[in-house]
């Protein structure tokens, strides 16, 4: 691993070279690990080109004698390791070969989280290149090399995205760590390394056998490798001669991807932002205005000042969060000129407008902020169109004796790993994630459908002591071993909702003590809308949660959300047969907006 440890210069095998497609890697499965041109189906696998980019953007390898273990979670990001050895990316100036190993230094740290594992990438920089001197830290690349962090994350987060997977996710608010803290993750990828080859762990992708840890039982001499090298020769070469590849190959042999088409490139679709996305979707109906897409917007630059809060304030409580939620919600509304009245579930109370505006024609209710810091928090809203005479603030006929139908959008944001803004404005049910780098909200998934029914129940399990026989039940059948159900419950019903909606399932609050239902205005029926654009139910228990309407501003209600089986087993034991809802939602039955 060392070249010179106590000048911290460590050996770099490079694996693929820059700008060249080809995904070679080590075979850590087979004896010495060579470098090998991974395969997927009996194919062989070349990254696509992802605009402005052509393959890989750095000399890419990895650390020997390191190992992220997947065993272990990492305390600072909650992610398991992937199992592979230490990934790396030599930003230097000069294109390396296949199986080079380069003396390089440490200048940062990126927490990339792929499918959920932790994938850390280091970056470093050869130390014979020109520039090696002057780049020390992670600063010195903003200097030196403008707009390679940039492109780091970029190209990360969208590699994967012509074959069909989700973006890549990053750890720290999407910053490069120090040179220190990138020092300590190779030290841990050492020791877990250790462990696994003095056999203190197991793992099924990775042969063991070494030469430099004569007191393990791994331990082969540099005669037996030498003999293993010569009897894999044959089988190298002839991969080598089928794929036209070799040490020195260069860019032009390392891929088979064409360069990229420009024409092509051009005819791609554009960022679609929150704002476009309702702008487009609101125009589509007679008459329509931007006033409400103007509205939804607004929250969204609103959640996103809540998000960038909860990640500065990473030690304070939900009280203090929600304060700050809460404040900049109604700051962002009352400014708009597009409401009449705001109504925050927090303040139990109308929050006044802005003065010197006009008064607009909605009514926005919202619970600001719920779940746990640390873990993962939401916030839900809620919109109705006024009743009262225009002109005017608002008032209590605008919120009360109105039935959940009546609303004209709902939506909920989930601050975690990623912060996702789930929308309807009465036409399906459509997820976006906030994008880092553009600092947009862009479309995800739209028309989402949850399924008929799913594996997932979500239920406070301290409160069914107390709750009637047949609830009991219900839950009984979900956690009975051979009904296929999983217990997803984060103290967040933003997230616990999310789940089901993406996966199918149930959200349970049961009560009866008020603080085990659900408020109403702020909460049931904004759910209960999405849940019936996405496909789904959401119940009261003896009648669907949209047919009511709220005769006081704190009215809570039981909730059974999520998909129409488990929904209307739910009604079953509690009522003694499900509800039939004559205005059911099929998601598939709407047309897909399509730019």
């Not at 990360?156 to 300590?184: C, H, I, W």
């Not at 304030?313 to 509304?333: G, K, M, R, T, V």
């Not at 995800?444 to 609830?471: A, F, K």
Request: aromatic share 8%; glycine share 8%; with cysteine.
């Amino acid at each position: 691993l060392y070249v010179d440890k106590e000048k911290q210069i460590f050996n770099m095998i490079v694996e693929i070279p820059r700008w060249t497609n080809a995904k070679l890697e080590l075979k850590t499965k087979d004896p010495l690990a060579p470098i090998v041109q991974d395969e997927k189906k009996g194919k062989k696998r070349f990254v696509h080109n992802v605009y402005p980019y052509k393959g890989y953007i750095w000399n890419y390898g990895c650390f020997p004698q390191t190992w992220e273990d997947p065993t272990q979670v990492h305390m600072e990001t909650g992610a398991l390791g992937d199992g592979d050895p230490l990934d790396v990316c030599e930003v230097g100036s000069v294109i390396a070969e296949v199986g080079e190993i380069k003396p390089v230094k440490v200048i940062g740290v990126l927490g990339m989280i792929d499918e959920g594992e932790m994938d850390w990438k280091v970056l470093v920089i050869d130390v014979r290149d020109p520039m090696a001197e002057k780049i020390k830290e992670v600063e010195d690349l903003y200097e030196l090399l403008p707009g390679l962090v940039h492109a780091t994350f970029s190209w990360f987060r969208t590699y994967k995205v012509p074959d069909g997977k989700a973006l890549n996710m990053f750890a720290f608010r999407e910053q490069v760590q120090t040179r220190e803290y990138a020092l300590e993750i190779i030290d841990e990828c050492y020791h877990s390394w250790r462990k696994l080859v003095e056999g203190k762990v197991k793992h099924k992708n990775h042969d063991v056998i070494n030469t430099t840890l004569t007191e393990t039982k791994s331990y082969i001499s540099p005669a037996d490798a030498e003999k293993i090298v010569a009897n894999f020769a044959s089988d190298s070469q002839a991969l080598m001669k089928q794929s036209g590849l070799n040490r020195t190959s260069s860019m032009l042999d390392m891929t088979h991807i064409p360069p990229p088409v420009y024409t092509e490139l051009a005819n791609q679709k554009p960022m679609m932002t929150i704002k476009r996305y309702c702008t487009e979707l609101q125009r589509r109906f007679p008459h329509g205005s931007n006033d409400l897409s103007l509205l939804i917007t607004e929250l969204g630059i609103a959640y996103k000042c809540v998000r960038a809060y909860i990640c500065d304030h990473p030690q304070e409580d939900l009280s203090s969060l929600a304060s700050f939620a809460n404040a900049q919600i109604h700051a962002s509304l009352a400014s708009t000129g597009l409401c009449c009245l705001i109504y925050s579930a927090t303040s139990n109370t109308s929050m006044p407008l802005e003065l010197g505006i006009d008064v607009g024609n909605y009514i926005v209710v919202y619970n600001p902020l719920m779940g746990t810091p640390g873990l993962s928090l939401g916030s839900i809203f809620s919109v109705y169109y006024r009743k009262s005479a225009p002109g005017k603030d608002g008032d209590s006929s605008d919120l009360l004796q109105r039935t959940g139908y009546e609303q004209v959008a709902a939506g909920y944001c989930v601050f975690g790993t990623s912060t996702q803004l789930t929308i309807s404005m009465g036409y399906g049910a459509h997820v976006f994630l906030l994008d880092l780098i553009s600092g947009h909200f862009v479309l995800s998934r739209q028309h989402v459908r949850i399924p008929e029914t799913g594996p997932v129940y979500s239920v406070d399990t301290s409160v069914l002591g107390s709750v009637p026989d047949n609830v009991q039940r219900l839950v009984e059948e979900l956690e009975s071993p051979g009904s296929g159900k999983i217990l997803h419950y984060e103290e967040n019903l933003c997230a616990d909702f999310h789940k089901v909606l993406t996966n199918g399932g149930i959200v349970i609050l049961p009560g009866p003590h008020k603080k085990d239902l659900a408020n109403f205005l702020s909460t049931a029926a904004p759910l209960g809308f999405i849940a019936r654009q996405a496909g789904g139910r959401a119940s009261v228990g003896k009648r669907p949660v949209l047919e009511l309407s709220a005769w006081s501003l704190e009215m809570s209600v039981p909730l059974y959300a999520g998909s129409n089986a488990e929904v209307n087993r739910a009604e079953e034991l509690i009522l003694g047969h499900a509800v039939v809802e004559k205005t059911a939602i099929d998601p598939e039955a709407r047309l897909t907006y399509d730019p």
